[in-house]
Protein backbone atom coordinates (compact mmCIF):
# COMPACT_ATOMS: atom_id res chain seq x y z
CA UNK A 1 0.00 0.00 0.00
CA UNK A 2 1.36 3.64 -1.00
CA UNK A 3 2.44 5.82 2.04
CA UNK A 4 1.06 9.05 0.11
CA UNK A 5 -2.47 7.52 0.20
CA UNK A 6 -2.29 6.63 3.83
CA UNK A 7 -0.62 9.75 4.63
CA UNK A 8 -3.21 12.03 2.74
CA UNK A 9 -5.97 9.41 4.83
CA UNK A 10 -4.31 10.00 8.04
CA UNK A 11 -3.99 13.81 7.61
CA UNK A 12 -7.84 14.20 7.14
CA UNK A 13 -8.88 12.12 10.80
CA UNK A 14 -9.41 14.52 13.64
CA UNK A 15 -8.56 13.82 17.10
CA UNK A 16 -11.99 15.24 19.40
CA UNK A 17 -10.41 14.94 23.43
CA UNK A 18 -13.22 13.68 25.75
CA UNK A 19 -15.65 12.56 22.99
CA UNK A 20 -18.02 10.91 24.29
CA UNK A 21 -16.66 10.69 27.50
CA UNK A 22 -13.91 11.76 28.89
CA UNK A 23 -10.19 10.00 28.39
CA UNK A 24 -11.71 8.62 25.06
CA UNK A 25 -9.82 10.13 22.42
CA UNK A 26 -12.34 10.11 19.45
CA UNK A 27 -11.33 9.75 15.73
CA UNK A 28 -13.71 11.98 13.54
CA UNK A 29 -14.06 10.60 10.09
CA UNK A 30 -16.27 13.54 8.91
CA UNK A 31 -13.26 15.38 7.46
CA UNK A 32 -12.08 12.64 5.71
CA UNK A 33 -15.61 12.49 4.03
CA UNK A 34 -15.55 15.80 3.63
CA UNK A 35 -12.78 15.09 1.02
CA UNK A 36 -13.67 13.56 -2.10
CA UNK A 37 -9.97 12.32 -2.96
CA UNK A 38 -9.70 10.99 0.71
CA UNK A 39 -13.01 9.22 0.97
CA UNK A 40 -12.64 8.00 -2.81
CA UNK A 41 -9.18 6.29 -1.48
CA UNK A 42 -10.41 4.42 1.03
CA UNK A 43 -12.74 2.71 -1.32
CA UNK A 44 -10.13 2.07 -3.65
CA UNK A 45 -7.92 0.80 -1.05
CA UNK A 46 -10.39 -1.67 0.00
CA UNK A 47 -11.48 -2.69 -3.21
CA UNK A 48 -7.88 -3.47 -4.18
CA UNK A 49 -7.53 -5.88 -1.30
CA UNK A 50 -10.48 -8.10 -2.07
CA UNK A 51 -10.70 -7.44 -6.16
CA UNK A 52 -9.91 -10.34 -7.79
CA UNK A 53 -11.85 -12.60 -4.92
CA UNK A 54 -15.36 -13.64 -4.97
CA UNK A 55 -16.93 -11.79 -2.66
CA UNK A 56 -21.53 -11.95 -1.61
CA UNK A 57 -21.64 -9.08 0.46
CA UNK A 58 -19.99 -6.36 2.43
CA UNK A 59 -21.84 -6.11 5.92
CA UNK A 60 -21.29 -2.84 7.16
CA UNK A 61 -21.47 -2.05 11.32
CA UNK A 62 -23.95 0.95 12.22
CA UNK A 63 -23.69 3.82 12.06
CA UNK A 64 -19.75 4.53 10.78
CA UNK A 65 -19.61 0.90 8.62
CA UNK A 66 -22.43 1.91 6.62
CA UNK A 67 -20.96 5.09 5.25
CA UNK A 68 -17.65 3.01 3.64
CA UNK A 69 -19.53 -0.07 3.42
CA UNK A 70 -22.29 0.55 1.08
CA UNK A 71 -20.23 3.08 -0.83
CA UNK A 72 -17.93 -0.01 -1.26
CA UNK A 73 -20.16 -2.34 -2.13
CA UNK A 74 -21.76 -0.29 -5.01
CA UNK A 75 -18.08 -0.50 -6.21
CA UNK A 76 -17.73 -3.74 -5.98
CA UNK A 77 -21.06 -4.27 -7.33
CA UNK A 78 -21.67 -7.12 -4.63
CA UNK A 79 -24.67 -6.91 -1.52
CA UNK A 80 -25.00 -4.63 1.72
CA UNK A 81 -26.22 -5.91 4.32
CA UNK A 82 -26.98 -3.67 7.21
CA UNK A 83 -25.42 -4.85 11.04
CA UNK A 84 -27.57 -2.54 12.84
CA UNK A 85 -28.20 -1.26 16.80
CA UNK A 86 -30.77 -3.17 18.59
CA UNK A 87 -34.62 -2.71 17.38
CA UNK A 88 -33.82 -0.79 14.23
CA UNK A 89 -33.95 -3.57 11.68
CA UNK A 90 -37.99 -4.24 10.66
CA UNK A 91 -38.15 -8.41 9.74
CA UNK A 92 -37.01 -11.02 11.66
CA UNK A 93 -33.34 -10.38 13.84
CA UNK A 94 -30.35 -12.38 15.21
CA UNK A 95 -28.91 -10.34 17.92
CA UNK A 96 -25.22 -10.54 19.38
CA UNK A 97 -24.17 -8.41 22.93
CA UNK A 98 -20.64 -6.97 22.48
CA UNK A 99 -18.41 -4.59 25.21
CA UNK A 100 -17.52 -1.17 23.51
CA UNK A 101 -14.41 0.38 24.34
CA UNK A 102 -17.15 3.04 26.07
CA UNK A 103 -20.31 0.81 27.25
CA UNK A 104 -21.87 -2.30 26.24
CA UNK A 105 -24.19 -2.51 22.94
CA UNK A 106 -25.30 -5.35 20.70
CA UNK A 107 -25.69 -5.64 16.90
CA UNK A 108 -28.63 -7.62 14.97
CA UNK A 109 -28.85 -8.80 11.62
CA UNK A 110 -31.53 -9.84 9.79
CA UNK A 111 -32.01 -13.81 9.89
CA UNK A 112 -32.29 -13.80 6.15
CA UNK A 113 -30.02 -11.54 4.96
CA UNK A 114 -26.77 -13.77 4.51
CA UNK A 115 -26.76 -17.57 2.82
CA UNK A 116 -25.39 -20.57 4.40
CA UNK A 117 -22.09 -20.30 2.60
CA UNK A 118 -21.98 -16.78 0.94
CA UNK A 119 -18.36 -15.05 1.35
CA UNK A 120 -18.73 -11.88 3.25
CA UNK A 121 -15.89 -9.08 3.83
CA UNK A 122 -16.91 -7.17 7.34
CA UNK A 123 -16.43 -2.92 7.29
CA UNK A 124 -16.69 -0.40 9.84
CA UNK A 125 -14.52 3.22 10.10
CA UNK A 126 -12.76 2.19 13.40
CA UNK A 127 -11.45 -1.17 15.13
CA UNK A 128 -10.84 -0.28 18.75
CA UNK A 129 -11.47 -3.37 21.44
CA UNK A 130 -12.53 -5.24 18.65
CA UNK A 131 -15.96 -6.22 20.61
CA UNK A 132 -17.86 -5.04 17.70
CA UNK A 133 -16.35 -6.41 14.48
CA UNK A 134 -15.98 -10.02 16.47
CA UNK A 135 -20.07 -9.45 17.41
CA UNK A 136 -20.48 -8.97 13.53
CA UNK A 137 -18.21 -11.93 12.94
CA UNK A 138 -20.21 -14.16 15.04
CA UNK A 139 -23.64 -12.95 13.65
CA UNK A 140 -22.64 -13.60 9.78
CA UNK A 141 -21.44 -17.24 11.11
CA UNK A 142 -24.29 -17.43 12.60
CA UNK A 143 -26.07 -17.77 9.36
CA UNK A 144 -23.59 -19.92 7.95
CA UNK A 145 -21.31 -17.51 6.11
CA UNK A 146 -17.58 -17.15 5.34
CA UNK A 147 -16.19 -13.95 6.83
CA UNK A 148 -13.21 -13.68 3.87
CA UNK A 149 -11.82 -10.28 5.42
CA UNK A 150 -12.76 -6.86 7.70
CA UNK A 151 -11.45 -3.65 6.59
CA UNK A 152 -11.72 -1.12 8.83
CA UNK A 153 -10.28 2.72 8.05
CA UNK A 154 -9.17 3.13 11.62
CA UNK A 155 -7.13 0.72 13.69
CA UNK A 156 -6.26 1.54 17.36
CA UNK A 157 -3.48 -0.83 17.33
CA UNK A 158 -2.71 -0.73 21.04
CA UNK A 159 -5.98 -2.36 22.34
CA UNK A 160 -5.36 -5.20 20.61
CA UNK A 161 -8.68 -5.76 18.81
CA UNK A 162 -7.49 -7.89 15.85
CA UNK A 163 -6.81 -10.77 18.88
CA UNK A 164 -10.66 -11.04 18.89
CA UNK A 165 -10.85 -11.52 15.48
CA UNK A 166 -9.14 -14.70 15.19
CA UNK A 167 -7.93 -15.57 11.84
CA UNK A 168 -10.26 -13.31 9.91
CA UNK A 169 -7.41 -11.39 7.50
CA UNK A 170 -7.72 -7.80 8.72
CA UNK A 171 -7.23 -4.69 6.27
CA UNK A 172 -6.32 -1.54 8.48
CA UNK A 173 -5.81 1.61 6.49
CA UNK A 174 -4.54 4.18 8.73
CA UNK A 175 -3.53 2.82 12.53
CA UNK A 176 -2.52 4.68 15.95
P1 LIG B 1 -14.75 -1.65 19.48
O1 LIG B 1 -15.93 -2.56 19.59
O2 LIG B 1 -14.14 -1.36 20.83
O3 LIG B 1 -13.72 -2.15 18.48
O4 LIG B 1 -15.29 -0.25 19.00
C1 LIG B 1 -15.52 -0.02 17.66
C2 LIG B 1 -16.71 0.84 17.41
O5 LIG B 1 -16.78 1.95 18.30
C3 LIG B 1 -16.62 1.39 16.01
O6 LIG B 1 -17.90 1.27 15.41
C4 LIG B 1 -16.19 2.83 16.19
O7 LIG B 1 -16.93 3.65 15.34
C5 LIG B 1 -16.46 3.17 17.65
N1 LIG B 1 -15.27 3.70 18.34
C6 LIG B 1 -14.62 3.11 19.38
N2 LIG B 1 -13.59 3.85 19.81
C7 LIG B 1 -13.56 4.94 19.03
C8 LIG B 1 -12.72 6.11 18.97
N3 LIG B 1 -11.68 6.27 19.80
N4 LIG B 1 -12.99 7.02 18.01
C9 LIG B 1 -14.03 6.87 17.16
N5 LIG B 1 -14.86 5.80 17.18
C10 LIG B 1 -14.64 4.86 18.10
New binding site residues.
Given amino acids: MSNERIDLLRATIRDIPDFPKEG????DITPLLADPTAFTTCLDLFAERWAGQHVDAIVG?ES??FIFGAALAARMMTSFVPARKPGKLPAATNRVE?A???GTDCIEMHVDALRPKDRVVLI??????????AAAIELCRGLGAEVIGAGFVIE?EF?N?RDRLGDVPILSLVTY
Avoid at 124 to 133: H, K
Fill in positions: ILFKIRGYLEYDDLMATGGTALLG
